[in-house]
């Protein structure tokens, strides 16, 4: 059956919020060696993957779409009459493309994520740790909760530990901030941010 492929609905709740090194990849993978992997859609034509696939074929104009229809107890192939592993050059390269692109277009939207946490199981795709660790970011985590005990051995002394879990943007800018103040020790690097933005602070309340 054939169809467009703009007439397929993106996933509004994609977890995959995509990145523009993906988005890239695929786009030019697209326009170079032409389709490879395929699009799901449910019945209604709802993309369940693919959406980034769909999106840079819609940006390059790739319309037209063959429907296989199937109710998931059988593979669907896609065999490209073009080519051959064996001997061409792009077919080799479309094997590093297809998971390269995969590799670098994911980044979770943690929003979405956890808001699906609460309708299916997802510990059967993550550990537990590493499923908290995701969903926990950019939450500061209290104190009390915070293991002191390394922290304490080695300073000799009570020691209160506060950990951060940011965005990686977010997290390339602490780290660049903690750089300038040129204080290898991380702890008393952001003490010295904390003291430094203190001291500019009240600069204008005083008197």
Same mark, same amino acid.
């Given at each position: ?23 890239? $990849? +695929?786009? #030019? ?5 032409? #389709? ?23 940006? $390059? ?8 229809? /199937? ?22 390269? $479309? ?10 277009? +994911?980044? !979770? ?6 808001? +699906? ?31 002191? #005990? ?16 940011? !965005? ?8 660049? #901030? ?18 430094? !933005?203190?001291?500019?602070? /009240? ?5």
């Amino acid at each position: 059956m054939k169809a467009k492929v703009k007439d397929f609905n993106p996933d509004k709740r994609n977890a995959n919020k995509g990145t523009d090194r993906g988005r890239e $990849l +695929l786009r #030019a993978s697209l326009e170079k060696l032409g #389709a490879g992997r395929s699009i799901l859609v449910d019945k209604n034509g709802s993309v369940i993957a693919g959406n980034k696939t769909r999106e840079a074929a819609i940006a $390059l104009g790739l319309e037209d779409a063959i429907v296989v229809e /199937t109710d998931g107890s059988q593979l669907v192939v896609v065999k490209r009459t073009d080519l051959n592993l064996e001997v061409d050059a792009a077919a080799k390269e $479309l094997a590093i493309a297809d998971n390269r692109a995969s590799e670098l277009g +994911l980044e !979770y939207d943690l929003d979405i994520l956890s808001e +699906l946490s609460t309708e299916i199981d997802l510990s059967q795709f993550w550990e537990p740790d590493e499923l908290d660790d995701m969903l926990s970011v950019g939450r500061l985590i209290d104190p009390e909760d915070a293991d002191r #005990a390394e922290a304490e051995s080695k300073l000799g002394k009570k020691a209160s530990t506060v950990k951060a879990v940011l !965005y990686a943007d977010s997290a390339a800018t602490f780290e660049q #901030a903690l750089r300038m103040t040129g204080n290898v020790n991380r702890g008393n690097a952001l003490l010295e941010i904390c003291e430094f !933005y203190l001291a500019h602070a /009240t600069e204008g309340t005083e008197g």
